[in-house]
């Protein structure tokens, strides 16, 4: 039998029936936040907040830790994602994460969760070394409907006490001088394959600057147990341009690689 949550922590002299306990979490505050708000922006909604939260303790004063929630809604805005009018989607709330992580030299990747509060399908945890930092994903639609929002929202949560042991140093490089070549390749691989496999591989080639998973495809055109992956790879050579057939000798011995170890095929 699953034990109840614990209540919040309740205030001894509240102003109001409303601010009764305090918050076990952000997302509350941020989905009213949006609901107030929706009807004002006729494109897209990114906010955020970054606070503390209560967390009860038997016989004792609560745990204060500081928490970081975002909401993402509606169109991309073209100030700060690339196309316009489409509709924001998981991608976008998982490349925000990567963005802030990447700044801050936290080498992260994302594994299957089970957050109540999150789509079951269509949510991952956000993991640093063998810690769980975060969860991204969609906003369990039970949840959206309680807020009166009739648009997909996705929602981001990373935790700043299990962040910050995770901190690395940057390294900066000098701005390459050599033009770099850019290659999109969509490979076929099984459908427990997870991306974090994929880009490991491209990790242990050093002339790859840069990879992006662009696309994630299943459907009529892919067989049965298996999914599309597809990538935009950067080629850069810190003192010569490469010409195309260097490129595609590189990437030949990368479809090499991702074959024999992930029995991944090239989409022809």
Same mark, same amino acid.
């Given at each position: 039998k699953?034990r /109840?949550?614990p209540?919040? *922590?309740? &205030?001894?002299?509240?102003?109001?029936?409303?601010q009764e %306990?305090?918050?076990p +979490?952000l997302?509350?505050?941020?989905?009213?936040?949006?609901?107030q708000?929706?009807?004002?922006?006729?494109? #897209?909604l990114l906010?955020?907040?970054?606070?503390?939260v209560?967390?009860?303790?038997?016989g004792?004063l609560p745990?204060? /830790?500081d928490?970081l929630?975002?909401v993402? %809604?509606?169109?991309?805005?073209t100030?700060?994602?690339?196309g316009?009018?489409?509709k924001?989607d998981?991608?976008?709330?998982? #490349? *925000?994460?990567?963005g802030?992580?990447n700044?801050?030299?936290?080498?992260?990747?994302?594994?299957?969760? +089970?957050?109540? #509060?999150?789509?079951? !399908?269509?949510?991952a945890? !956000?993991?640093?070394?063998?810690?769980?930092?975060? !969860?991204v994903g969609?906003?369990h /639609?039970?949840?959206a409907?309680?807020f009166e929002?009739?648009e997909?929202v996705?929602l981001f949560?990373?935790?700043?006490?299990?962040?910050?042991?995770?901190?690395?140093?940057k390294?900066y490089? /000098?701005i390459?001088?050599?033009?770099?070549?850019?290659?999109?390749i +969509?490979?076929?691989?099984?459908?427990?394959v997870?991306?974090?496999?994929v880009?490991d &591989?491209?990790? #242990?080639?050093?002339l790859?600057?840069? !990879?992006?998973?662009?696309?994630?495809?299943t459907?009529?055109?892919?067989?049965?147990?298996k999914k599309?992956?597809?990538?935009?790879?950067t080629f850069?050579?810190?003192n010569?341009?490469?010409t195309?057939?260097?490129?595609?000798?590189?990437?030949?011995q990368?479809l090499?690689?991702?074959?024999?170890?992930?029995g991944?095929?090239l989409?022809?």
């Open positions: 699953k /109840p949550e209540l919040p *922590v309740r &205030i001894v002299n509240p102003t109001s029936a409303e %306990y305090l918050r +979490a997302r509350g505050a941020l989905l009213t936040a949006l609901q708000n929706k009807s004002f922006s006729e494109d #897209g906010l955020f907040e970054l606070g503390k209560y967390l009860p303790k038997v004792d745990d204060e /830790p928490m929630c975002g993402i %809604y509606g169109k991309r805005n100030r700060w994602w690339q316009e009018g489409a924001v998981f991608f976008d709330a998982k #490349g *925000v994460i990567e802030l992580l700044r801050l030299s936290i080498n992260a990747h994302f594994e299957k969760s +089970a957050d109540t #509060g999150l789509h079951p !399908v269509v949510q945890a !956000v993991i640093a070394g063998d810690t769980q930092i975060g !969860v969609e906003l /639609p039970a949840i409907g309680h929002v009739p997909t996705y949560e990373l935790s700043i006490p299990a962040l910050l042991p995770h901190l690395g140093q390294e490089k /000098p390459g001088k050599f033009p770099a070549t850019i290659r999109d +969509a490979l076929i691989l099984d459908a427990g997870a991306n974090k496999q880009l &591989i491209f990790k #242990g080639f050093s790859i600057t840069s !990879v992006t998973l662009f696309d994630v495809y459907g009529d055109q892919i067989p049965a147990g599309q992956l597809a990538y935009r790879l850069q050579s810190p010569r341009t490469f195309d057939e260097e490129v595609n000798k590189i990437q030949q990368i090499k690689k991702l074959a024999s170890e992930l991944a095929a989409r022809g």
